[in-house]
């Protein structure tokens, strides 16, 4: 469960009101038992805990360096370069120059240690008032090397200006004591200012380091009273120090956990967004293929009345206006128009048939002039065919427009399949159950009962017929309109030769 600002908040000020008693009153304990004080000599000992403390501090600035959510650069980069020059301190004056007295077998330090620890404290200090103020942003290499040079220099001015620190009176004399209060009221104020963005921000690593330099608030009173600092003399200073160098290690294996965790968030949160991604992608697909077949769709259904008045029109030039022909051919443009004229008013239901909920308002029609009229139709596309019609004229629950749209494929395709002079005969008869069959029955070139699928699918055509202009969409669109009519389409061979196509629909 994630903790809330204000719970943050409350828990980050708590554990530093709580360190702060305790370290007071240790502190104050060792004022009141001076014998308890801690004093070893031993440059091994000194070499091993400032290389632990560079090796923590170290790692805690890499930490920190690294991008995460967090504050903003200038707040991490000054944090980043107080991190590295209390690391550099402790390499420069405390691993070094033991390290050459244990090799020589004698201490090689500068004159005196105290003046360049003291600066990498005014240092780090004043980069945490600088992350306070929010100074133009800078990169985060930047403000390491100006704050590695300000500590060389001041630590450098220090040990030239400053009297030599040669015996303990020196080092507690009050105009010291004066020199060593602000680095404290420094990092005092750098522990509220970590526990400010920590609280703000959730960060593991910066409630830690509020912690941290807390206890170097302390650190910096006990070095008044046992000033040997970074010497081959380890004292209850050293002590304290690696106290917040241990507060420190747990801040950065605490955010490296964290920033583990909130990369797995992250990328959760980027596979879910992709997953959406893709689900929008598949639904433009889907969305596309619809818009691709509806205006198939719509070409096929509005194309085959325009054909239909073509041929009627074919008729009407080359007849004469005395033939029974002609009558019946201007008949037929008239009702063709009306059509035409329907199905370009109903264009919207036409997107409806690539729809899950294609519907047709079904009512009592007669079977048999549906099927004369289908007839007609029949005969009066392009080349000579025997179109006859056998039905039983009962009534059938039917959308007209549509039952007629579907008769009209099967029964183009009947023509477009079939020799000349071939026969076409339009069926209707009473199935049983209430049920009515209207079949289109031709002596064409047949089907394939294999191929029944495909020949029902969206533009699906079978082998036999691969050189014949078409489109697939005849059957796909009856078929559709069958199953709106709680009916179905089935096709069949018409032995022994021809093909058998059946919509099946309810009586009334």
């Keep these: ?32 038992v001076p014998d308890a004080q801690i004093a070893i000599v031993s440059p091994s000992l000194r070499v091993a805990l400032e290389t632990l403390r560079l090796c923590v501090v170290g790692l805690a600035a890499l930490v920190l360096a690294l ?8 707040v991490r980069s000054a ?5 590295t020059v209390i690391a550099a301190s402790s390499a420069l004056l405390g691993v070094l120059p033991n390290i050459v007295g244990e090799t020589t077998g004698a201490f090689m330090a500068p004159p005196d240690p105290f003046y360049p620890w003291l600066a990498s404290r005014y240092v780090a200090g004043a980069l945490f008032v600088s992350a306070a103020v929010q100074w133009p942003r800078a990169r985060m290499r930047v403000y390491v090397m100006v704050a590695l040079a300000a500590f060389i220099a001041l630590g450098a001015a220090l040990t030239a200006v400053m009297p030599p620190i040669d015996d303990t009176a020196a080092r507690t004399a009050m105009w010291m004591v004066s020199l060593e209060l602000p680095p404290l009221v420094l990092f005092a104020f750098g522990a509220w200012l970590a526990a400010r963005h920590a609280a ?32 081959p003399l380890v004292t209850g200073t050293d002590l304290l120090r690696m106290i917040s160098t241990a507060l420190l290690l747990v801040g950065a294996t605490a955010q490296v956990r964290q920033m583990s965790r909130d990369r797995v968030r992250v990328m ?23 818009e691709e077949t509806f205006r198939a769709v719509v070409h096929h259904e509005l ?38 004229h329907e199905l370009i008013g109903r264009i919207d239901e036409l997107r409806a048939l690539e729809s899950a909920d294609l519907r047709c308002t079904l009512r009592p029609v007669r079977a048999l002039p549906l099927l004369q009229d289908l007839a007609r ?35 183009t395709n009947a023509v477009r399949y079939s020799p000349d002079g071939g026969r076409i005969t339009m069926i209707g008869e009473v199935a049983g159950d209430d049920r009515y069959h209207l079949a289109v029955v031709d002596e064409g070139i047949g089907i394939d009962p294999d191929a029944v699928g495909t020949l029902l699918a969206y533009a699906g055509r079978g082998d036999n017929v691969a050189t014949i202009d078409g489109s697939g969409i005849g059957l796909y669109v009856a078929r559709r309109v069958a199953e709106a009519h709680d009916g179905r389409l ?13 919509i099946e629909v309810g009586c009334a």
């Excluded at 991008?67 to 200038?74: A, I, K, L, M, R």
């Excluded at 967004?273 to 293929?289: I, N, Q």
């Excluded at 089935?490 to 059946?502: D, F, K, Q, Y």
Aim: proline letters at 5%; a neutral charge; charged letters at 25%.
């Design 1 to 32: 469960m994630t903790a809330t600002p204000g719970q943050r908040e409350r828990v980050v000020w708590r554990d530093l009101a709580r360190t702060a008693v305790v370290l007071a009153a240790v502190w104050l304990a060792t004022l009141a």
């Design 67 to 74: 991008p995460h959510d967090q504050h903003g650069s200038v």
């Design 79 to 83: 944090f980043v370069a107080a991190l």
């Design 200 to 231: 703000a921000d959730g960060s593991a690593l910066e409630r830690w380091l509020a912690l941290s330099l807390l206890v170097g608030v302390f650190t910096q009173l006990q070095a008044i009273r046992q000033p040997d600092v970074l010497g």
């Design 268 to 290: 959760r949160m980027q596979r879910h967004e992709l997953d959406e991604r893709d689900a929008m992608v598949r639904e433009l697909a889907r969305y596309v293929s619809r």
């Design 303 to 340: 194309s085959t009345p325009v054909a239909t008045i073509r041929a009627y029109a074919h008729v009407l030039g080359h007849v004469d206006a005395e033939d029974g022909r002609w009558r019946d051919a201007l008949a037929g443009l008239i009702a063709e128009a009306a059509r035409l």
């Design 377 to 411: 139709y029949t005969r009066a596309l392009p080349g000579p065919h025997h179109v006859e019609v056998r039905a039983d004229d009962v009534r059938i629950l039917a959308d007209p427009v549509r039952i007629g749209q579907a008769l009209r494929n099967v029964a």
């Design 490 to 502: 089935s096709i069949e061979p018409n032995l022994p030769a021809g093909t058998r196509v059946t």
